[in-house]
T-cell receptor, first 113, second 110 residues
Framework: KQEVTQIPAALSVPEGENLVLNCSFT??????LQWFRQDPGKGLTSLLL?????REQTSGRLNASLDKSSGRSTLYIAASQPGDSATYLC????????????FGKGTLLTVNP | DVKVTQSSRYLVKRTGEKVFLECVQD?????MFWYRQDPGLGLRLIYF???????EKGDIPEGYSVSREKKERFSLILESASTNQTSMYLC?????????FGPGTRLTVT
């Protein structure tokens, strides 16, 4: 059974800092890896989706990488801003799973002005 | 923009009541999902549907059922609500792989 782990559980940084969030998964036979953002009491917003054949995806100040062989993905946030404060979740879709995602528990990011 | 709406943001029900949570998407997506989110446990899949009248159990289907009579609407039913079903319920829809989430319903069962 796929297990997804995110470290650290919480992270606090000063504004302007570049930072990396980590995600690891136990079964490398994934179809894709997705990163989401969740604001308190709200639903999830999709940030980036990396197909299993890809190594990275970029959107603005966000860059996500995927290393299937080591079971790891990272989300890099450049020049962090207070508006980036949220919980970031990664989720792995297993090959042949019919779209089922296994989520990590998330990293709570606080960017201090 | 994709829009996924859920019928209530907050809901309070009594133990033993039958509870209906509604989810509607406006993008003609084939796939729809119901999750619950609990502190320390993360998001867990309850049920999903890949077509009208088609459904599959997720990881924690016990105590729940679903209905998908129309493509745009996916309902989660708590047959007899219990206090351990107090949670945040999130609906999502997906055309293929990327999932789009609704705002969530925080359900409290007393």
């Amino acid at each position: 059974k796929q297990e997804v782990t995110q470290i650290p559980a919480a992270l606090s940084v000063p504004e302007g800092e570049n930072l990396v969030l980590n995600c690891s998964f136990t079964d490398s036979a994934i179809y894709n890896l997705q990163w989401f953002r969740q604001d308190p009491g709200k639903g999830l917003t999709s940030l980036l989706l990396i197909q299993s054949s890809q190594r990275e995806q970029t959107s603005g100040r966000l860059n996500a990488s995927l290393d299937k062989s080591s079971g790891r993905s990272t989300l890099y946030i450049a020049a962090s801003q207070p508006g980036d404060s949220a919980t970031y979740l990664c989720a792995a879709e297993e090959g042949g799973s019919n779209y089922k995602l296994t989520f990590g528990k998330g990293t709570l990011l606080t960017v201090n002005p | 923009d994709v829009k996924v709406t859920q019928s209530s943001r907050y809901l309070v029900k009594r133990t033993g009541e039958k509870v209906f949570l509604e989810c509607v998407q406006d993008m003609d997506h084939e796939n729809m999902f119901w999750y619950r989110q609990d502190p320390g446990l993360g998001l867990r899949l309850i049920y999903f549907s890949y077509d009208v009248k088609m459904k599959e159990k997720g990881d924690i289907p016990e105590g729940y059922s679903v209905s998908r009579e129309k493509k745009e609407r996916f309902s989660l039913i708590l047959e007899s609500a219990s206090t351990n079903q107090t949670s945040m319920y999130l609906c999502a829809s997906s055309p293929r792989r990327e999932q789009y989430f609704g705002p969530g319903t925080r359900l409290t069962v007393t």
